[in-house]
């Protein structure tokens, strides 16, 4: 009897991306304990095979999904505020990078609260994470001073996190007044030389926290 002619391999060069695209979609709706070979290969559509192929397990599939995520959030709120110029068109950028680039996609929002979840319990999330908040935070101090642009990305944060979980969403012209709200008070309390506690170096970081004089009893 003859043997049955071997099956042809499926040309697929995508299928590591595709892998990562389908862990994303399964932490967006079942989060990191949904996260199973299973889970994966069926929205992927792919054999176990290949999963263990590419990834060594799945905490490798976890950590190269939020990567990804992350460096498309730092690629999309870079190009927003790359093309602002006045700090009025920079508030209008970031207003939209929240509500139309982030708030718009659920399942990217439901990521994003997945990743600083994970951030708490495991080391590389949290490094992927920190990376998140630099690069933000670096984008903004191209318009900013360093405390003011730190205070604006707290509050881009806070915003991320209240969206994924509120009950009733902040409506765009509430996350605007939020923002210029901060960038104001920011920008005042650093012009007026407010003492903020913390000294500010050249590059308008913070460097360390000022020694306080001890108050003298009465």
Known sequence: MAPAPRR?????????????????????????AGITHR????????????????????????????????ARLAERFGARLAGCESADDVIECIVEAVTDDLA??????????????DAVRRAQTKRVTQDWMGLAEEALAQHFPRPTARLLD????GLMVHMSIAQQQI??????ALLTIAAHAGQSAYQSGTDLGVEV???????????RKPQEKK
């Open 8 to 32: 042809a391999r499926r040309h697929d060069p995508d299928r590591r991306q595709r892998i990562v695209d389908a862990a994303l979609q399964v932490l967006a709706t079942d989060g990191v």
């Open 39 to 70: 889970a994966i290969g069926t929205v992927a559509d792919v054999p176990l095979g290949s999963i263990t192929y590419h990834f060594a397990n799945l905490a490798d599939i976890v950590d190269v999904a939020f990567e990804t995520h992350v």
């Open 104 to 117: 718009a996609h659920p399942n990217e929002l439901a990521v994003t609260y997945e990743l600083y979840g």
């Open 154 to 157: 707290v509050v881009v944060e």
């Open 171 to 176: 409506s765009k012209d509430e996350v605007r």
């Open 201 to 211: 170096d050249i590059d308008h970081k913070f460097v360390k926290p000022k020694s």
